[in-house]
């Protein structure tokens, strides 16, 4: 059973740091690219970054130069780390996982929710 779980969110106050991990199991193929993705309350989805399988990685725009992103492949892991948040950062956080034959597969979700 394909289980994509993350964590890490919480309260923090505008300037500060979080780190989203997220980890990929039961997925019968290796695992390609992984990515964040956020969604604010009454706005769509939107994607935040993205690392392929070798390590390239991707931004949006708006946290370009604040966000980094990381996988461990031994592990199936993705971190994002969140450095300078702002209010508009906050959203529900989701992970997304694409494997090797393009299946995506995503979390539940975590909420990160930045105080001004």
């Known amino acids: 059973q394909v289980q994509v779980v993350e964590s890490g969110g919480g309260l923090v106050q505008a300037g500060g740091s979080l780190r989203l991990s997220c980890a990929a199991s039961g997925i019968s193929t290796s695992i390609g690219a992984m990515g964040w993705y956020r969604q604010a309350p009454g706005k769509q989805r939107e994607w935040v970054a993205t690392?392929?399988?070798?390590?390239?990685?991707n931004y949006a725009d708006s946290v370009e130069g604040r966000f980094t992103i990381s996988r461990n492949n031994a592990k199936n892991t993705v971190l994002l780390q969140m450095n300078g948040l702002k209010p508009e950062d906050t959203a529900v956080y989701y992970c997304c996982v694409t494997s090797l034959w393009g299946t995506l597969y995503w979390g539940q979700g975590t909420q990160v929710t930045v105080s001004s």
């Open positions: 690392i392929t399988r070798g390590g390239s990685t």
